[in-house]
């Protein structure tokens, strides 16, 4: 078959370091924008419902999205995994043939999502006009987890991104204008509902122009239906261990022993955590539709060497991230919420403990998603999902908002930190340069050190802006300084991104890296 042979190898060929970050690039502001547009509407909703108020919106909206991520289950990961592989294996015309498949079987899954939301809504005794409509941008948000599983698994990234930012920009807008009209939490839920039906459109329509650009016909899917569903049922018993680990599902336990105020102060810090590991976590969700596709035309040593790089790059950027968070992240609270809110901030203190540990999870779970391999990440999310009940049951009715932190943080350790062990082992052994690590530790503190005298200091909107170009600049300097990339991290960084953002770049690269290779 030589034209399949063909197509698997353009697709492996075109899956090169470059595209990751390109891909990287997209995802990073298909998820990191929008946290600033949710960041808009949490301080609106902040102001405008208050403490009590914004914690019983998040509650709705986290029961919402907690009915989405359940009745998507493991269909999307499945579907985007196998769409990457099979592209690999040069069959784009059965990638047709299992969208019309999948279908099916996406919209029952809304309809019985949409109509549990219901139930829960109809059994609520306030605000049911708002459960009703939460109900409806569910069973969309449902449906169009399909076309974007496969653009995603067929790597177009842009497309999605440029729909995200443009609704998530309109959706902002009209809710922070429905607050000030005085709409309430009713109104928030009426802007989400209109928001999801023109993105589960929209997304449909750019999902099949793609695959007609790869493939003229629709071929038979031939096994890939039935391959599907067996990945599919062990991702979904995982959709329902990472619900419990990383969804907040402490919640419910703060719903039930302690106050909407604190199910505030925990909804505003976890979404500050949430858009602070938004960058690694971009970085993350490119790797599983890469390294299917490069196992699919059998690139082994390329998904090593790929993965043990990625590793590398997120340690020290995660490094970089916390500093400055923990430097700025409580006078932001009190400055962009309120001082109603301050208490958030020593609920994110207490998250950034665990947070360099949660990118690195991410990429050992992204690895075993693009290998096909569930056995693992099922057993120790089991692990993690059990932990955290305990925790959450032992710590928060005691300390709220502050035990919810603890118990999420224990919960990602016992789940995650054994994905890195043995990632270490399927594609490593990895090397971490540990002396670069160390480095990259020293001017973190430096640099947080330097974010914080002048963030204090000043106090205020001018002292938090002050403070974070004072930490920028600060660890810039001291990278170059200390040196914090390896030789050959350096140079791959400089030959991909330096052709697309100039010399500038490129001498960057030059002045933080290691003079010497470590190997």
């Given amino acids: 078959m030589p034209d399949a042979r063909a197509n698997t190898t353009d697709a492996a060929e075109a899956t090169t370091g470059a595209t990751v970050l390109r891909g990287g690039a997209w995802n990073a502001a298909s998820m990191i924008i929008p946290q600033l547009y949710v960041m808009v509407v949490s301080v609106a909703a902040a102001r405008f ?84 409509l939460a109900a409806a941008a569910s069973a969309m948000a449902i449906l169009q987890t399909l076309p974007s599983a496969v653009l995603i698994g067929m790597q177009r990234w842009r497309p999605m991104t440029v729909l995200g930012l443009l609704t998530g920009l309109a959706g902002a807008v009209a809710t922070v204008a429905v607050l000030e009209a005085g709409w309430g939490i009713t109104g928030m839920f009426v802007v989400e509902a209109a928001v999801a039906l023109v993105q589960v459109t929209v997304t449909a329509v750019l999902a099949r122009r793609a695959l007609q650009t790869m493939s003229a016909v629709r071929g038979p899917a031939g096994d890939l239906p039935r391959r599907v569903l067996r990945f599919a049922v062990g991702a979904s018993l995982g959709i329902v261990l990472t619900l ?60 090593r060497s790929g993965f043990s790089r990625s590793i590398r790059l997120v340690a020290l950027l995660t490094i970089g991230m916390t500093a400055g968070m923990l430097a700025l992240g409580p006078l932001a609270f009190e400055v962009i919420y309120g001082p109603a809110y301050r208490p958030a901030g020593r609920v994110l203190l207490i998250m950034l403990a665990f947070f360099p540990a949660v990118p690195l999870i991410n990429l050992g779970n992204a690895l075993f998603v693009g290998l096909g391999k569930q056995a693992l990440p099922l057993a120790v999310g089991a692990a993690g999902a059990l932990a955290n009940v305990v925790l959450a049951f032992l710590l928060i009715p005691r300390h709220g908002a502050a035990g919810a932190a603890l118990a999420n943080g224990g919960a990602q350790l016992v789940a995650g930190l054994p994905l890195v062990v043995w990632s270490n082992r399927l594609v490593g052994p990895f090397r971490w340069e540990w002396a670069a690590l160390g480095r990259a530790v020293v001017v973190g503190a430096g640099a947080a050190a330097a974010a914080w005298a002048v963030a204090w200091g000043l106090g205020g909107v001018a002292g938090l802006c002050a403070g974070a170009l004072a930490g920028l600049v600060s660890f810039l300097l001291l990278a170059m300084l200390f040196r914090i990339l390896p030789h050959d991290d350096a140079q791959w960084l400089e030959e991909a991104l330096g052709a697309r953002l100039g010399r500038r770049v490129q001498w960057i690269c030059r002045r933080c890296a290691w003079r010497m290779a470590t190997r």
Avoid at 292 to 298: E, H, I, M, Q, R
């Fill in 244 to 303: 419990v680990v990383w969804r907040r599902s402490e919640f419910f336990f703060l719903n039930r022993y302690s106050n909407d105020a604190e199910i505030a102060m925990y909804s505003i810090a976890f979404a500050a955590m949430t858009a602070l590991g938004n960058l690694p976590t971009a970085i993350s969700g490119v790797l599983s539709p890469a390294i299917a596709t490069l196992l699919g035309a059998g690139e082994s040593e390329r998904i």
């Fill in 49 to 132: 419902l208050g403490p009590a108020g914004l914690g019983r919106q998040s509650y709705i909206a986290f029961v919402a999205q907690t009915v989405a991520y359940l009745f998507t289950a493991g269909l999307p990961v499945a579907l985007m995994r196998h769409v990457g592989q099979t592209l690999g294996e040069g069959r784009a015309s059965a990638v047709r043939g299992l969208l019309s498949w999948a279908w099916r079987i996406q919209a029952a899954a809304a309809l019985l999502g949409g109509t549990v939301l219901l139930v829960v809504g109809h059994r609520s005794s306030d605000h049911q006009a708002a459960w009703v």
